[in-house]
C-alpha cells in the first residue's frame, strides 16, 4: 500500500484522488484515455457485444468519436460548474450512485455525474464530502450494473475506499492521503 493525496482541483469544492500507480489524478487520467482514440477503440472493440446490446450496431469510429465528444462537453461543463465555490452546481450535475437514493444527500454519498450527450455512456464517480466532492474514477458503463464488468466494477471498489477513509478521517480530512 501507498499513500497518495486528495488534493484541490478547483476553489474547494472540486478534489480527485490521485493514485499511487499513476502519476496524474483520477480526472486527468479520464482527460488522456477519454480523449484517446486508440485507447477508445481498443476499449469498443473489447466490449462491442455490450454497445450493441443497449444502443445498437455502429461503426467503432463512430463509437468513438461520440465518446470524445462528450467526454470533452462533460469535461467542460465539470469545470464550469467547479467555479461556484459552494458546490451547489456541482450537486446538481453529480447524482446518487444508487438510483432508490434520488432526491437525497448526505455525507460521504456516493455520486455519478453522466456524459452530457443523450443517453451517455460516460460516468465520473465521486464521493460527496461537506459542501465539496471528490472524484474517484470514471468508466465507460455499458451494462446495467456495475458488477457486470471488471472496469466498473473496480471503479465501485474506488468509491467505497474512498469513502470509508474519508469516513474514518472525520473532520480532518479536509486536506488527506489514501493509504491504498
Not at 91 to 113: I, M, S, T, V
Request: hydrophobic residues 35%; glycine residues 6%; proline residues 1%.
Amino acid at each position: 500500500m501507498n499513500i497518495v493525496t486528495i488534493f484541490e482541483r478547483s476553489r474547494d469544492c472540486l478534489f480527485a484522488v490521485k493514485y499511487d500507480d499513476n502519476k496524474l489524478d483520477a480526472l486527468e487520467i479520464l482527460q488522456e484515455t477519454w480523449s484517446d482514440p486508440e485507447e477508445l477503440r481498443k476499449f469498443f472493440i473489447q466490449y462491442k457485444k455490450d454497445y450493441e446490446a443497449y444502443y445498437g450496431k455502429a461503426r467503432i469510429s463512430s463509437i468513438v468519436e461520440i465518446a470524445i465528444d462528450d467526454a470533452d462537453l462533460l469535461f467542460e461543463t465539470l469545470f464550469k460548474l467547479a467555479e461556484d465555490e459552494s458546490g451547489s452546481h456541482l450537486g446538481e450535475f453529480l447524482k446518487p450512485l444508487h438510483n432508490k437514493e434520488a432526491g437525497k444527500a448526505y455525507d460521504l454519498q456516493q455520486l455519478k455525474g453522466y456524459g452530457t450527450l443523450n443517453n451517455s455512456f460516460l460516468r465520473v464517480y465521486a464521493i460527496r464530502y461537506g459542501n465539496s466532492y471528490v472524484i474517484t474514477g470514471g468508466a465507460i458503463k455499458l451494462t446495467d450494473q456495475m458488477k457486470d464488468r471488471k472496469h466498473t466494477k473496480d471503479e465501485l471498489y474506488k468509491l467505497n475506499l474512498v469513502r470509508d477513509y474519508l469516513q474514518e478521517k472525520g473532520e480532518e480530512g479536509e486536506f488527506v492521503y489514501l493509504d491504498i
